[in-house]
């Protein structure tokens, strides 16, 4: 069998859960579960958050799925729905839904009256992509104030800059001055607002990469926040050489070895969702020693150098990512950030481990 393996460890999922927990202890949680789990696996991770108020995904799909595993609790559809179709399967399955425009309104509108919906009631902050404008919002809640479509109102917003110097002064005056004015529950903090800033926190927050062991930010690791790895992205050594110096590796021939030096082939390629924008000098661990990827990632291997390596042979352990190497520093070398690279792992590969190595 093919030995690469994402490694889903539930224990450090259910730690960092508990993480949000302790800082957020006033506020409900909705786990985000979109993107399959930042591609840890939906079924793993609705086991293992199990304890959160609600779950939040994209697709009816996905929330369907997590209705048939046996979640009964609240799940919300983060982009509510595209169609009425939809909402009336929504409404059946008692969904939470996002309401971010007019159409989703007119759609609510279209409900039979007997069935109530809880919506989240999406209010842009500066973000610019959904949500009603502010000046728009008196005379949307004033439409819905009595409607006999809706139960619960949630007002939601999603900040732009909570990780990084910018920060969330401007959209947090503008959440008091609703709160001053509206009655209503409040959900706005995602991970890096929930670390951040604890004002921010309200009724709801909704944690995501954070909920994986990963850091928001970029210049605070994942361990300096408490947070544990959940995916080991994990393989093996399949080929081992010595090359001269001179010798090129891999597809354009973009390493060349200054020295004789020995090399191996791992089995993990950019169709794993390793980045294959990852240059020469990407961090890896063979045999629990820190080494460097070499050339460009093909589509099912890489390759790393072996020089100060020692004991290695084939079938030596290989990490991509994971407890002894965060996520975040390999996605800093391949100019991206964590949630991508966890988001592109390939579904196929996801083992779960329901014990403790770390
Ligand atoms: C993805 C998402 C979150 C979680 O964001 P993290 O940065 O992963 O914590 C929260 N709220 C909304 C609306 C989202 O789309």
């Known amino acids: 069998m093919r030995p690469l393996k994402a490694l889903i460890n539930l224990e450090h999922a259910r730690s960092n859960y508990k993480r949000v927990r302790s800082l957020c202890p006033r506020s409900k949680i909705i786990a985000t579960l979109k993107a399959n789990a930042y ?7 609705a086991n ?12 009816i799909e996905e929330a369907i799925e997590l209705r048939e595993i046996g979640f009964d609790g609240r799940i919300l559809l983060l982009e509510g729905v595209y169609e009425f179709e939809e909402l009336k399967i929504a409404s059946a399955f008692n969904f939470d839904i996002v309401v971010h425009n007019d159409y989703q309104l007119s759609l609510i509108r279209q ?10 009631l999406k209010i842009n902050t500066g973000m610019n992509r959904l949500g009603f404008d502010i000046e728009n919002l008196p005379k949307v809640l004033k439409q819905i104030a009595d409607s006999k479509k809706i139960n619960q109102i949630i007002l939601m917003t999603h900040f732009a800059n909570a ?23 409040y959900s706005a903090a995602n991970s890096a ?23 928001p930010f970029q210049n605070k690791t994942a361990n300096e926040l408490g947070l544990k790895p959940v995916m080991n992205l994990v393989s093996e050594i399949i080929a ?48 629990n020693q820190l080494t460097r990827t070499l ?44 949630y991508e690279l966890l988001c592109a792992v390939s579904s196929s590969i996801r083992v779960p481990l329901s014990i403790s190595y770390g």
Request: glycine share 10%; net charge negative; with cysteine.
């Open 111 to 120: 409900l039979p009256d007997l069935k109530k919906i809880n919506i989240h």
């Open 295 to 338: 050339g460009r990632v093909s589509m099912d291997m890489l390759c790393v150098d072996l020089s100060n390596v020692s004991n290695v042979s084939i079938g030596s352990k290989v990490e991509l990512w994971g407890d002894n190497l965060s996520v975040d520093e390999v996605a800093r070398h391949a100019q991206t950030v964590g």
């Open 39 to 45: 591609g840890h696996g939906l079924d793993f991770m």
């Open 240 to 287: 081992i050489r010595l090359i001269k110096k001179g010798d090129s590796v891999g597809y354009g021939s973009s390493f060349i070895a200054d020295k004789d030096m020995q090399i191996g082939v791992v089995a993990c390629g950019y169709a794993d969702g390793f980045p294959r924008i990852a240059p020469t000098g990407t961090p890896i661990i063979v045999e």
């Open 163 to 185: 990780d990084n110097e910018k920060g969330i002064k401007k959209e947090l005056n503008t959440i008091k001055n609703l709160i001053q004015n509206y009655k209503y529950d």
């Open 48 to 59: 293992a958050f199990s304890d959160a108020d609600a779950f939040s995904v994209l697709c």
């Open 193 to 215: 607002a929930i670390i951040n800033y604890p004002e921010t926190h309200l009724e709801w927050v909704r944690p995501g990469i954070m909920l994986y062991g990963a850091s």
